[in-house]
């Protein structure tokens, strides 16, 4: 049984940072492919950034240089450092970890394993 646990969202003024984090248990390892997602109310669910066993990652264009991926394998933790932060970045963020073989794919259709998430809250 997959476990993942986000943590660290919040509300914070435009031009502003948050940090997620995503601790995971279970049967998941350092071979699994790590990502985050957001949805907006009203909005489909879509990727944010996603990153592999090889630390190979990618980004959705909207996030590019304001967002970094990253994970600590010995602690079974990904994260996500949010800077420049925008209104529209407001959304519910959530981790998600696939089996190796995936690749780094924004799709979410691509991931099995979700966390409950996450809220994050831009305002102007």
């Known amino acids: 049984q997959v476990q993942l646990v986000e943590s660290g969202g919040g509300s914070v003024q435009a031009g502003g940072s948050l940090r997620l984090s995503c601790k995971s248990s279970g049967y998941t390892d350092s071979s699994y492919c790590m990502g985050w997602f957001r949805q907006a109310p009203g909005k489909e669910r879509e990727g944010v950034a996603v990153?592999?066993?090889?630390?190979?990652?990618t980004y959705a264009d909207s996030v590019k240089g304001r967002f970094t991926i990253s994970r600590d394998n010995a602690n079974n933790t990904l994260y996500l450092q949010m800077n420049s932060l925008k209104p529209e970045d407001t959304a519910m963020y959530y981790c998600?970890?696939?089996?190796?073989?995936?690749?780094?794919?924004?799709?979410?259709?691509?991931?099995?394993?979700w966390g409950q998430g996450t809220q994050v809250t831009v305002s102007s």
């Open positions: 990153i592999d066993s090889d630390g190979e990652t």
């Open positions: 998600a970890a696939e089996e190796p073989g995936v690749g780094v794919t924004l799709n979410s259709v691509d991931f099995g394993y």
